[in-house]
């Protein structure tokens, strides 16, 4: 792999590299005609790109609506397209090996599906041969007609361009210079350099394509309701985002409504996950929307917002530690519950692995594809509890299926949150999932999204046995 340019990062602003934010008016897609799209791969720079840019372009369909992709690999390691977060038949998930054959240089494949369900959802490659790490991603909205629009959408990819030598370090267990990123936790405010993600060094923190300050700025105006919709395509790292001068109202996860909207003045964002939160600008000015880290380029990852007239004006900063931020959690959108669960959990998996000389990621001390798998009869309510023992997060995410989030860390929550990423906390975190067998038949991945540890061996599946 080539060390990528960073400079070429840095400069992009509004050209190939950078993917505008769109401003939607109040409108919604029609879901009466299917429609047909074209990705094609191919190198850009020392990167790989669908149709051109990183990320790729942003698919927006109405709930129910028929999508045809054609997908032409014009790149030289095998690829496939995963749509992240949809219901789809297993055929079209997009996991190369498991699901499809990979696509090579010169081939294609199509995926032809119903769309949804409704909300930030996301696609990007899944062959094993971090294609997704070198620029194959993008994000898909999926329109709910029956939801009231805001005034205003923003669509965020937040992404990281890695230093390849280190990831080639990470994958042969060499270890790398800890980042300190991201920011521990909020309480104890302390740089944490071992939890989630940091054996893989960057190059460069972007925002659709961009580092500040060549990222397309954001006009908003005075009093009106915006959307924004936020995704962690990074390969490794968690962010914590916040808007100067602003709390955030965080209405969906992964693309699920909350039960319950919730406020906070900074959002994590584990990689893989997606979070919309509205916004409402009271007064003129100009302010940055960043992504929080402890390393030297975090302040890359930033984009102006500002009010009509404004801007030119210097924006405002949010503090660069969480001191007395109120911070999004699982907990505080799901709320505690009185009792924890007392029944044990049908599954259980214990995470672990890593640390310096170590390239192995497992699952019950097992590797890929020797992990143990999840069999389930069809309509089957199972839970599925996640024991990390490791020394760092795991975003452990679900193909096929959308679950419900019921404990973290011993602790119920009063209202499951609908997720298909979630993040499990290093040295004896623990979360417990509770999956309805429903999809169709076949071979669904479970995976860590962290593409150095899912690549490493953290890996397993669900299987319908009937």
């Known amino acids: 792999m080539t060390q990528v340019n960073r400079a070429d990062f840095l400069r992009a602003g509004a050209g190939t590299l950078a993917v505008a934010s769109l401003r939607w008016p109040a409108r919604r897609a029609s879901a009466s005609e299917p429609v047909e799209v074209t990705l094609r791969s191919a190198p850009l720079r020392d990167g790989l790109a669908y149709n051109g840019t990183i990320p790729g372009p942003l698919l927006r369909v109405a709930h129910g609506q028929r999508i045809r992709v054609r997908y032409v690999s014009g790149v030289d390691v095998p690829t496939s397209v995963h749509w992240h977060g949809l219901l789809l038949p297993n055929d079209m998930d997009g996991v190369a090996g498991l699901t499809q054959a990979a ?62 030598n280190s990831i ?11 980042m300190n990123d991201p920011m521990g936790s909020p309480e104890s405010m302390q740089m944490d350099g071992g939890k989630m993600g940091d054996e893989v060094t960057y190059a460069a923190h972007c925002i659709n394509g961009a580092s500040y300050p060549n990222v397309k700025r954001l006009a908003v105006r005075l009093g009106e309701r915006v959307r924004l919709r936020l995704l962690n395509a990074s390969p490794t790292l968690t ?27 900074a959002l994590r ?19 940055l929307l960043e992504g929080l880290g402890g390393d030297s380029l975090a302040s890359q990852q930033a984009v102006v917002v ?5 801007e030119n004006a210097p924006p405002l900063r949010a503090s660069p530690t969480l001191e007395g931020a109120r911070v999004f959690s699982y907990e505080l959108a799901g709320g505690i519950a009185a009792a924890a669960h007392s029944e044990p959990p049908d599954f259980e998996m214990t995470l672990g692995g890593g640390g310096w000389k170590n390239p192995r990621w497992t699952i019950d001390d097992r590797v890929w594809p020797q992990t143990p798998k999840l069999r389930v009869q069809r309509g089957q309510v199972a839970t599925l509890r996640f024991r990390n023992t490791s020394e760092m997060d795991h975003p452990m995410h679900l193909h096929g ?10 602790k119920s929550l009063l209202r499951p949150l609908s997720k298909d990423v979630v993040l499990v906390a290093a040295n004896g975190g623990t979360v417990t999932w509770r999956i309805v067998a429903d999809a169709p038949a076949g071979r669904w991945l479970l995976h860590c999204h962290n593409e150095v540890h899912m690549v490493d061996g953290m890996m397993s599946e669900l299987v319908y046995v009937s």
Not at 114 to 141: C, E, I, K, N
Not at 168 to 178: F, I, K, S, V, W
Not at 242 to 262: E, F, M, Q
């Open 239 to 265: 962010r914590y985002v916040r808007l100067a001068g602003h709390s955030l109202t965080v209405t969906h996860a992964d693309g699920n409504a909350l039960a319950a909207p919730v406020e906070v003045d």
């Open 103 to 164: 696509v090579h240089r010169g081939g294609e494949y199509v995926y032809d599906f119903v769309a949804g369900p409704s909300g930030t959802r996301w696609y990007h490659d899944h062959a094993f041969q971090l294609g997704m790490a070198r620029g194959l991603f993008g994000m898909f909205v999926v329109e709910d007609r029956n939801e009231e629009p805001a005034d205003a959408e923003f669509a965020l990819v937040f992404h990281d361009v890695p230093v390849w």
């Open 401 to 410: 299926h959308i679950f419900a989030l019921t404990e973290v860390d011993g």
């Open 269 to 287: 964002i584990a990689t893989g996950e997606r979070y919309d939160a509205i916004v409402v600008v009271r007064d003129p000015g100009a302010f």
């Open 306 to 310: 500002y009010t009509e007239g404004m």
């Open 168 to 178: 080639e370090a990470a994958l042969r267990g060499m270890g790398t210079a800890p």
